[in-house]
């Protein structure tokens, strides 16, 4: 797909680049920004509907002080040196404003890593003695399951390209006075989202008697929960009212690589901010995709439209659904949304699918 920065205005209606940006006749030389409304499918006040949803623009935050973007001098097991980075000690491991740095080049570009916060503060996961340094980045244990404990194990090394993102959080759903979102005392009352990670789910909802994010179970204060670009949450809306959240940042304009587990459940984000397809989500050209004639024997992804969840599986040819007979390829991803891989069987660890950039932006 080839669009220029008015074509990409046009084919997607909830996305706009500002106006200053948007010149079919010149050459792009930043990256574009712009915003995306998501929408999710209302409960019916006593009956929740989902919504697989994940954020599609990225964040860039013009506050760091060093670089954001650059070449990696070196690599240790668990963390990227840039010997003339210049950050400030700790600035990018702040808990409640997390972020995540991207590999640009070699084996494993498109690879995001969230970076160690600086303490496991309100549901942040991080340690005190990770704090980043002014050439050092640790990377979240998070993330470090998901390269078996060693960045070398997925390609990462001196001389690859990096750019640093700021990271959303559970904040970026707000309150119920600030987005609509139904609150409550207890996770019965209240709009759950659930977050997978490393293919362990987790309930969260807004509790209003402590005006926090909090963990269902064991309860816990998790406003600083990091929603990395990767992977979508599933929103389950009890009220019902509508309920829209804008995405502003930045446009991807860089192939991207997820880490999807061999066993179990992955989120996966629908990430470019363009309307895609299953087919488009080249999640069949996963490594040991085991593919079959029915959903029973094969590996499976949900897609959840208008609060409705569908079973696919792919046939070597094309995504079925049973018991129909004719092609799903065509199944619409809407921007914003996201998908769950379901891996059978009991293989550990975690494949890499590479998700190449699905427009050109000139």
Do not use: H
Not at 52 to 72: A, K, R
Not at 136 to 158: E, H, Q, R
Not at 299 to 318: E, F, K, Q, S
């Amino acid at each position: 797909m080839n669009l220029n920065r008015l074509s990409l205005l046009s084919l997607v209606a909830s996305f706009a680049l500002p106006q200053t940006s948007i010149n079919a006749q010149t050459t792009v030389t930043t990256d574009p920004v712009g915003f995306t409304t998501i929408t999710v499918t209302p409960g019916t006040g006593t009956a929740r509907r989902q919504t697989m949803m994940s954020i599609p623009l990225l964040d860039v935050d013009s506050s760091v002080s060093g670089l954001t973007t650059g070449t990696i001098s070196a690599v240790t097991s668990n963390s990227i040196v840039v010997t003339n980075a210049g950050w400030t000690p700790g600035e990018l491991s702040r808990p409640a404003s997390p972020f995540v740095v991207q590999i640009t080049s070699g084996p494993a570009a498109g690879r995001f890593f969230l970076v160690a916060s600086s303490a496991a503060t309100n549901g942040s996961s991080g340690n005190a003695a990770l704090a980043n340094t002014a050439t050092n980045l640790f990377i979240s244990s998070i993330d470090m399951t998901t390269v078996t404990n060693n960045l070398a194990n997925v390609g990462v090394a001196a001389g690859n390209g990096f750019k640093l993102f700021a990271c959303d959080t559970l904040s970026w759903f707000g309150s119920p006075a600030t987005t609509g979102i139904r609150g409550g005392s207890n996770p019965v009352s209240a709009d759950n989202i659930v977050v997978t990670v490393n293919g362990t789910p987790v309930t969260y909802f807004f509790n209003t008697t402590t005006s926090n994010w909090t963990r269902s179970s064991p309860p816990s204060v998790a406003n600083n929960v990091a929603l990395s670009p990767n992977y979508g949450v599933t929103y389950s809306r009890l009220d019902s009212n509508n309920l829209s959240f804008v995405s502003t940042g930045q446009v991807p304009v860089l192939s991207n690589a997820v880490a999807v587990k061999n066993s179990g459940p992955t989120m996966l984000s629908s990430y470019w901010p363009t309307t895609n397809t299953l087919r488009g989500l080249g999640i069949q050209n996963l490594p040991g995709w085991v593919v079959g004639t029915n959903q029973t024997a094969t590996d499976n992804v949900v897609v959840v439209a208008n609060g409705t969840a569908t079973t696919y599986y792919y046939n070597g040819t094309n995504w079925r659904r049973f018991p129909l007979p004719a092609s799903q390829d065509n199944v619409a991803i809407p921007i914003g949304s996201a998908v769950q891989i379901i891996k059978k069987g009991s293989a550990p660890g975690y494949s890499t699918l590479a998700r190449p950039v699905p427009y050109s932006l000139n």
